[in-house]
């Protein structure tokens, strides 16, 4: 076992479990969501280039997802190191903030996405744009920080208790991100009935 091998024992926050636990899962799921998305919102162009290419961009999106926890795993890692778990919340309501703001269009020239189509919300497409935008943004620069703490992380940020300290940051995100996602499209929504009025 190395100098980093600390399985979780009973006295580590769930939360950094839990996300362990899920990170899997969420780097092959969050891709395919992302790419076949748009069948749900009526398709259109981007839609169909996205399944297209889809058996490139699913094993890439995939295995990148899931090369930080490769590395904490080798380094003796059993559970996310308390820095990352906030991190890993971000980037994943970050591509599920991309799924629901994803701009397409068809043979027509009408634009589609999930927020109008689906949920039938009146968001103005340069809204939607703007929250797209900023999910691509946080989605890379917080993949970026994982993988480079991935490599720096200390002992002590993934012990039990130290991890601690990190835990309402890490439940702040799980739940603010979110928050920020049904704010944005709320505010984007009454800007677009205002508009329509």
Do not use: C, K
Request: charged share 10%; glycine share 10%.
């Amino acid at each position: 076992m190395t100098e980093h091998a600390l399985p979780a024992g009973p006295r580590e926050p769930g939360i950094h479990l839990f996300a362990w636990r899920l990170w899997w899962w969420m780097s092959w799921l969050l891709p395919a969501l992302f790419v076949f998305g748009g069948f749900f919102s009526g398709g259109g162009w981007i839609a169909f280039a996205l399944l297209l290419f889809s058996w490139i961009i699913l094993p890439i999106a995939g295995l990148l997802g899931m090369l930080p926890q490769i590395v904490l795993r080798r380094r003796g890692y059993r559970s996310t190191p308390g820095p990352v778990t906030s991190l890993l919340f971000l980037n994943w309501w970050s591509w599920l903030a991309m799924v629901v703001s994803l701009t397409d269009f068809g043979d027509t020239g009408e634009t589609t996405s999930f927020v109008r189509t689906t949920l039938g919300l009146p968001i103005t497409e340069t809204g939607e744009q703007v929250i797209f935008v900023i999910a691509v943004f946080f989605a890379i620069l917080s993949w970026i920080a994982v993988l480079v703490l991935s490599f720096t992380v200390r002992r002590a940020d993934a012990d039990g208790v130290p991890a601690a300290r990190w835990t309402p940051l890490a439940w702040a995100t799980a739940f603010g991100a979110p928050a920020l996602l049904v704010l944005g499209i709320a505010v984007g929504s009454l800007a677009g009935a205002a508009g329509a009025a």
